[in-house]
């Protein structure tokens, strides 16, 4: 497509009766000199976080290289295993004790995206480093409104200790702002969505949630400006302004219903209004919202965990009514192994649901899948060990070749690997956490 008007700013948006929506990427939005250039759009980082380990041996694929057969937990992905490439063999050495108190939830959790051995404490006085995240997302700058999105399923534990000496703030996210400032999920998909499509200065919070327990969509206030800026766009960014906005109707719905299932529950205070009864549509509902985020560009920075670590969550939808935590210290219980390695399996076909998402949604001649380095994992490989030196970890997305199986030594730390990833993502990083340098095996797609 070619622009030949002046193009529209980025932080353009529609407005109506005090509502503000922000605007997907759009062609208009490049200079028409870049209106077809592919590496003109912007690039993405999202992390895709399980608690509680990884029954490996059907993580792992038999065979390194191309051409491998997918075990069963990796099934879910068969529609996607050229755009994903399994990591074996990397680890966090900073996650070991080093002469702390055997805890390993407490160490290897922040430990996973910040490659840092961080301060046993149950106090105020955390210490751990800033995430890759974090550092992708100062290099972003204030290209976006927000310059990241931390979400996640189970609400964050009350102060104190969530493993032997180690302070809950250790295992409730996995995004460090610095190294005492962890950030914190959001888990409630209706605050999600107040924090992307709110306007506070417009609109109080006491007026915004009324809006929507009447049933109404904030759309309905930015139609007539959406009928006039579709009159000054292209085709194809019509096509896109139409997916974005029937995309934000519909997940507006479902949080309403949400909202409406909430209040039939005599008021409970221990349930916030917005959260689905079923864990199956919470987690959609999360995924929904984070890449509407990314192509609304509202934020290129984003992580979703599907729980807490040390979650004792059970899965009675899919026949294991077992607590998640307890099953991943199976003692080798073929029983337990088999329920732990289901859950693995159920956690995957999310991440594919994910990719599925991603690659629906067009940017340019190609799709929000295409610009996003995805990185999902655990703090550990096998949790009935702690093993924090072999994690199960993939990487997808266009950024770097796909359908592959690396094979690792087990004494590279995973830092190498999250500095490769910044490299991908143009930020001119020299180390990262522990790193020795980047991964080789990512830095030449």
Wanted: negative net charge.
């Amino acid at each position: 497509m070619i622009v030949l008007r002046k193009p529209l700013s980025r932080r353009a948006m529609l407005r109506g009766a005090g509502t503000m929506i922000a605007l997907p990427f759009l062609e208009a939005m490049m200079p028409a000199a870049k209106a077809a250039d592919i590496a003109a759009r912007p690039k993405r980082l999202q992390i895709f976080y399980t608690p509680n380990g990884m029954m490996m041996q059907n993580f792992r694929p038999a065979t390194a290289g191309k051409g491998f057969a997918l075990p069963s937990t990796l099934e879910p992905l068969a529609p996607h295993r050229d755009a994903i490439t399994i990591v074996s063999g990397l680890g966090h050495p900073s996650a070991a004790a080093m002469g702390d108190r055997p805890a390993g939830h407490g160490r290897s959790c922040p430990a996973f995206l910040t490659g840092t051995h961080v301060r046993q404490t149950e106090g105020s006085d955390i210490r751990c480093a800033i995430s890759v995240d974090q550092v992708y997302a100062q290099h972003v700058g204030d290209a976006t409104q927000l310059s990241s999105l931390e979400l996640g399923i189970d609400q964050a534990s009350l102060l104190g200790s969530c493993d032997i000496g180690y302070s809950c703030a250790y295992t409730n996210g996995i995004s460090w702002l610095n190294p005492t400032v962890p950030l914190p999920v959001t888990a409630n998909p209706r605050d999600v969505f107040e924090r992307l499509f709110g306007d506070g200065d417009a609109l109080d919070e006491k007026s915004r949630l009324a809006q929507l327990r009447r049933q109404t969509s904030i759309l309905d206030f930015v139609m007539d400006d959406s009928a006039r800026l579709a009159g000054q766009l292209g085709v194809e960014d019509r096509r896109k302004l139409d997916e974005y906005l029937d995309a934000t109707r519909a997940i507006e719905k479902r949080i309403q219903r949400a909202m409406a299932s909430g209040a039939a529950q005599s008021g409970s205070l221990e349930r916030p209004a917005g959260i689905p009864d079923s864990f199956d549509e919470h987690v959609r509902l999360m995924i929904d919202l984070q890449v509407l985020a990314m192509q609304a560009d509202i934020t290129r920075v984003g992580s979703l965990m599907t729980g807490r670590e040390i979650s004792n969550r059970t899965y009675p939808e899919i026949g294991v009514p077992d607590s998640h935590h307890m099953l991943s210290h199976h003692g080798h219980n073929p029983e337990k192994m088999a329920k732990l390695a289901r859950i693995n399996q159920h956690h995957m076909e999310y991440f594919a649901y994910f990719l599925d998402r991603m690659k629906a949604v067009k940017d340019g001649e190609g799709t929000l899948l295409d610009r996003t380095l995805v990185l999902r994992g655990s703090a550990f490989g096998d949790p009935n060990e702690h093993d924090h030196m072999d994690l199960p970890v993939i990487v997808a997305g266009g950024l770097i070749e796909g359908g592959r199986h690396i094979v690792l030594d087990k004494t590279v730390t995973m830092s190498n690997l999250l500095l490769a990833a910044l490299h991908r993502l143009d930020v001119p990083a020299a180390s990262f956490g522990d790193s020795t340098g980047p991964l080789a095996e990512l830095t030449g797609a």
